[in-house]
């Protein structure tokens, strides 16, 4: 791939010979269509964005200029690459809550659970190697293995996750060496792998000597059903990495968030934070750290479900209320996102512009798959709207389909 570069009044344009991974790493034509719906007319369910009136703004100030005020110049300062102690320190407490003991030396500051993901790539992935997710799942997670030029295998998945019986089969044609996967309200289905598949995850993992990499966002967004032990929590043999992150439970501007697993990979997924931005923004990671001191987290997050858990409700009962016959969708026990499968012979493609002149918008399924797409199904966001424009907005949609 080329790039021709004429920014600069240069007098004729320059040809710049890409990487060979850009061939791989493709715009979307949905992204395309994705910039229309952030127009403020339009009603979006498209985007993956937590509800802005929920952060907590007043509070995050605060931190920060405590921060100016009492610690300034060290904010400033460089600082090291695992993160800062009270800050890590923190995370292992919660952890702990959580069924996770970790030490210090277990747990890292990332920039957000994205960049975990590409750390655990870079440190893991040569050209060719075989990761495996299930089919649908997370887009920029399956856009950063492109980029590390990994072949993508899939499993499929149901009401209850990954398919996890599925894994051996792969196993029998391919060496495994990364499985990737969302165990909570997943992105995008919203489902949750059960109990009985997680045991079978973690044990197949240890018996093949593979890595999963176990992204949860969104864990702490749980407004039905009881919390079950993460994949990490079941492990005790260094197989599982689990990336966390305040993106969803305080605000995804910060870019804070974290890996924990074996004292060996995280001194490995160090070495190449360090090569990639030295350190997560100093300032970022002391006014987290000063906020978790003085903030009720716990009162927060629990009014954050409060709030999902009646907009992903509002969602559903006006899915219920207004879908035609044949559209069929998850009930998500968490998170922000459900899954829904139109009635047959419709594509989210084709009904995406559609709607969008009905002033609607969500994001359709296709670009999720990394094999074997199913134009048929779409993503619908329930987190960033209240309940009136849920029940409005799926009045639009409803109406696309029935004209169709
Ligand atoms: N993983 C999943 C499954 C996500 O949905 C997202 C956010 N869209 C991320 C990782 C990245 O989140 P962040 O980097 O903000 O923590």
Redesign the pocket.
């Known amino acids: 791939m080329t790039l021709t570069s004429s920014a600069m009044p240069t007098p004729s344009p320059v040809s710049l010979q890409l990487a060979r991974r850009m061939s791989r790493m493709k715009t979307s034509a949905v992204r395309e269509i994705l910039k229309v719906a952030e127009r403020p007319d339009i009603l979006s369910f498209a985007g ?1 964005l937590p509800a802005p009136e929920l952060f907590p703004v007043e509070a995050i100030a605060q931190a920060h200029a405590e921060v100016f005020a009492k610690e300034g110049p060290a904010a400033m300062q460089y600082s090291t690459t695992e993160g800062y102690g009270p800050l890590r320190e923190w995370i292992c407490g919660h952890l702990a809550q959580r069924g996770l003991p970790a030490t210090l030396e277990q747990v890292i500051i990332t920039a ?4 975990g ?1 590409d750390l655990v790539a870079k440190v893991m992935l040569d050209p060719g190697d075989v990761v495996v997710v299930e089919n649908p799942s ?1 887009l ?2 399956l856009q950063n293995f492109d980029g590390y030029e990994a072949r993508i295998e899939v499993v499929g998945s149901d009401d209850e996750g990954m398919r996890v019986d599925e894994l051996a089969e792969l196993a029998a044609r391919f060496p495994l060496k990364l499985i990737y996967i ?1 165990p909570n309200f997943q ?1 995008p289905k919203g489902t949750t792998l059960s109990l009985a598949r997680r045991h079978a995850l973690v044990r197949f993992a240890q018996r093949h000597g593979v890595l999963i990499l176990e ?1 949860n ?1 969104y864990g702490e967004l749980r407004f039905r059903g009881e919390a079950l032990p993460s994949l990490a929590s079941l492990d005790d043999s260094g197989v599982v990495v689990q990336l966390g ?1 305040f ?1 969803k439970t305080l605000a ?1 501007g910060l870019r804070i ?1 974290w890996a924990v697993g074996s004292r060996e990979m995280m001194r490995a997924l160090t070495v190449v934070k360090q090569s990639t931005d030295l350190h997560t923004a100093t300032l970022a990671q002391r006014a987290t750290a000063r906020l978790l001191k003085q903030f009720d987290y716990d009162r927060h997050v629990t009014r954050l479900c409060a709030v999902y858990g009646e907009r992903c409700q509002t969602m559903l009962d006006a899915l219920e209320a207004h879908m035609p016959e044949g559209t069929r969708w998850t009930h998500p026990d968490g998170g922000m996102f459900l899954w829904a499968e139109l009635p047959r012979g419709m594509r989210g493609e084709d009904i995406l512009p559609r709607a969008i002149e009905q002033k609607v918008a969500f994001v359709p399924g296709n670009p999720f798959f990394a094999a074997h797409p199913r134009s048929e199904c779409i993503r619908l966001n329930f987190s960033n709207r209240p309940p009136e424009l849920i029940e409005e907005g799926m009045q639009r949609l409803a109406s696309v389909l029935a004209a169709q």
């Open positions: 993956g957000g659970s994205q960049q993901i997370y920029a997670a969302v992105n992204d966002p992150t993106s995804p968030g």
